[in-house]
């Protein structure tokens, strides 16, 4: 069994890999020293990090690994990626690429694909298109779903994506990410207007204890918690809310989401992290109705990965690549400018 490290900016669900009921005469056993009897490949210490992850619960609690596990006592173990038990599927699905040699291609994302393929969304993702597009994508071992993939955007925001089309170029560019020389910025429009025009967020993040769909900031020395920086410019204010350029030194999931949040700034329509309800502004009906009507344009968080740079895997030039912002979020700046 592999308990896999993060990913760049991974998917926000947690999937059931194992579920073990104890037998009616199950003795009593430290949960850690059960599951490592229990479960193939593995090691009590993964095993550990795993329970010290809250990937690990009895009886739909998560639990710690002195635990002892008593009859009848239901423990499953999730992990962030979903079983790998089904075959991922080329499709014929259009690509706006913007850029393409032997090593690499550069893609442009729009808003609602799913990048990779997870439970739910075993079709009309990322992956599908490219494994249609391109042959022999490399992967970082074999069996999983993420062909050519160096790093992820969330399904509702938009924007570039860089993808390897050779081993050299995979590994060159995931070491780029991990050393965080990637340039990578990202125009954000959020409720209100930040009391600095810029500023830097250092706060570590990690999962919700109260729900693991999602990610939260934690005091610094957190231990579960991973370091995450985000460095902001305010580019305009209109009434209630500004328009951010966002430049990610690290890549946490939800980073820029859950970051502007934490400083009181949601983003526009963000659903998960509160940005769908109005947060500023006044109480009148034309208002209320103006803000539904921004909302139906644009029907997700206001996120778009704007631009990429990067060192080149074969010929190690420096290359930078923009975007333009799409329609929906280009018609609801329109919007709140007109209003202002």
Known sequence: MKLQEDFEEDENELYEHHRIVADKGQRLLRIDK??????????????????????????????????????FDVITLSLPTPPR??????????????????????????????????????????????????????????????????HRIDKDTSGLLVVAKTEKALHLLAKQFFEHSIERTYYALVWGHPKSTKGTIDAPIARSKKDRKIMDVYPEGTEFAK???????????????????????????????????????????????????????????????????????????????????FTHPTTQKRMFFESDLPDDFKLVLEKWSKFA
């Not at 993964?46 to 009859?71: F, M, W």
């Not at 494994?131 to 993420?146: A, K, M, V």
């Not at 009434?239 to 526009?268: A, D, W």
Request: some cysteine; overall charge positive.
């Open 34 to 71: 059960f599951l490592t009897i229990r479960l193939e490949n593995t090691t009590r210490s993964r095993i550990q990090n795993a329970i010290e992850a809250g990937l690990v619960k009895v009886n739909d609690k998560i639990t710690k690994a002195n635990y002892k596990i008593k009859p």
């Open 85 to 150: 038990n089904t075959e991922i599927l080329p499709e014929n699905i259009p690509l706006d690429i913007v850029y393409e040699d032997e090593d690499l291609v550069i893609i442009n994302k729009p808003p609602g694909m799913v990048v990779h393929p997870a439970y739910g969304n075993w079709t009309g993702t990322l992956v599908n298109a490219l494994l249609y597009h391109f042959q022999q994508l490399p992967y970082y071992q074999e069996g999983e779903i993420r062909p050519g993939l160096v």
């Open 227 to 309: 370091r995450a920086i985000t460095h902001y410019e305010v580019i305009e204010t209109y009434k209630y809310v500004s328009l951010m350029k966002c430049n990610l030194e690290t890549g946490r999931t939800h980073q820029i989401r859950v970051h502007l949040r934490s400083i009181g700034h949601p983003l526009f329509n963000d659903e998960t992290y509160g940005g769908n309800k109005i947060l500023k502004g006044t109480i009148t009906h034309k208002y209320k109705q103006f803000v539904e009507n921004c909302f139906q344009l644009l029907p997700r968080q206001a996120l778009h990965a704007k631009s990429l740079g």
